[in-house]
């Protein structure tokens, strides 16, 4: 092989290397509470900020929270700390309930990781999931 033809296929390497997998995407699924039911779940991983960043969001609906109908809204960011696999993500995201009177902040306490398995879906065991009671399991694909 000449130069001409190892520096390109190195610098290919070299740049394929230092690029993270993707993780955006639309992942739908549900949440199981136990005893509490289940809810579906949409959260999208929007577009890679770089270096591993990606802006995100999510919704919960159909929900009713003191006898009225509300939506759980997500917005912030997901840390890939590895560049491929299955590995664990850090999630940081602010959360709203909305309702028809309003939207008002609420605590996303225990919804701050993610296991991702390297190909297609996010996992998660939440203690207290949004503040409730309720120890859940989140499942959710792209």
Known sequence: MSAKTILPALAALLATGCSYDSLVGNYVGDVECGDAGSVGMEFVILKDKGAGVYDAEGEIQSLTID???????????????????????????????????????????GFDELAFDGENTLTAEVAGFLGTEADCTLSLSR
Not at 79 to 98: F, P, R, T, W, Y
Request: with cysteine; aromatic share 0%; hydrophobic share 45%.
């Open 67 to 109: 006898g009225e109908a509300a939506d759980i809204r997500m917005e912030g960011e997901v840390l890939q700390g590895a560049k491929a696999g299955a590995q664990a993500l850090e999630v940081s995201v602010d959360c709203a309930i909305v309702q028809e009177d309003g939207t008002t902040a609420m605590d996303c306490a």
